[in-house]
Each structure stands twice: as structure tokens, then as C-alpha cells.
């Protein structure tokens, strides 16, 4: 056998164990952010433009994620948690956003009130990946 084919380190398997229900969730909410945000804004861009783009970031960033886990090795951990991280902060900072003023989203986006429209996933999967992502560090 090769190096690389005995070579399993954690950070190879980010998408094995609980990383592959993360892979799993983060999939799904990358399909259908991006096909809501699609969807939205080709159907009616004009009527929340600020929600539209929100969820099409969004989609981007739980796209990101998936590859990340699904690709392994340690810079994608490394980049899975910096984009975790960031996507924990987008949650916070557009949920309170969202509950401070309302009127600045007249639609909903994947963040909005913190992911209640998504039961609070939003925000609870980006606290799990970082867990998951700090215990598989090599």
C-alpha cells in the first residue's frame, strides 16, 4: 500500500462519524438556501433584495463547509472553522438585525430571527461544526 492509502489521520476524516451528519445538514442547507435565494430572486428580486442576497451568502457559505468536511486534510478543517465561525457571527449579527428591525427585511432569509423559520439549525450548526472541527484536529 501507498503512504497516503494508510495515512488516516482525524483531519482526514472530517466527513466520517458526526462529521458526516454535519456533511448531511450543511448539505441540505446549502440546496436550499441556494434554491430559495435563486427562486427569490428571480421571482422577485425588487421586493427584498437585502434578504435575497443574504440567503444566496449563506447558500456560499454552507457550500464551503460541505467541501471542506467532505475534502479532509488540515487546511480544510482549519478553513471549515473559520467559515463556521464567521457563519456563527452572520447568524447573530442578522438575527438580532432582523429583531431590532424588522422593516429591513420585508422577507425572510436563512438567518433571519436567529434560523427560527429553519428551528434555530442556523444557528445550533455552526456551534457543532466548530466542536467537531476543534476535535478532529490532528
Known amino acids: 500500500m501507498t503512504e497516503s492509502a494508510t495515512d488516516t489521520t482525524p483531519a482526514e476524516k472530517l466527513g466520517s462519524g458526526p462529521g458526516r451528519v454535519l456533511v448531511w445538514f450543511y448539505g441540505v442547507f446549502t440546496v436550499a438556501a441556494a434554491s430559495r435565494s435563486i427562486v427569490q430572486m428571480i421571482m422577485d428580486f425588487g421586493k427584498a433584495p437585502l434578504a435575497y442576497v443574504l440567503s444566496a451568502i449563506a447558500a456560499c457559505v454552507y457550500g464551503f463547509i460541505t467541501y471542506s468536511l467532505v475534502r479532509g486534510g488540515e487546511k480544510a478543517r482549519r478553513a471549515a472553522l473559520v467559515c463556521c465561525a464567521a457563519e456563527l ?50
Request: proline share 8%.
Open 89 to 138: 457571527l452572520f447568524v447573530l449579527i442578522v438575527g438580532t438585525w432582523t429583531l431590532a428591525d424588522a422593516s429591513a427585511f420585508p422577507d425572510a432569509t436563512v438567518w433571519s430571527d436567529y434560523g427560527m423559520g429553519y428551528l434555530f439549525i442556523p444557528v445550533i450548526l455552526p456551534v457543532l461544526g466548530m466542536l467537531w472541527l476543534r476535535r478532529a484536529k490532528p
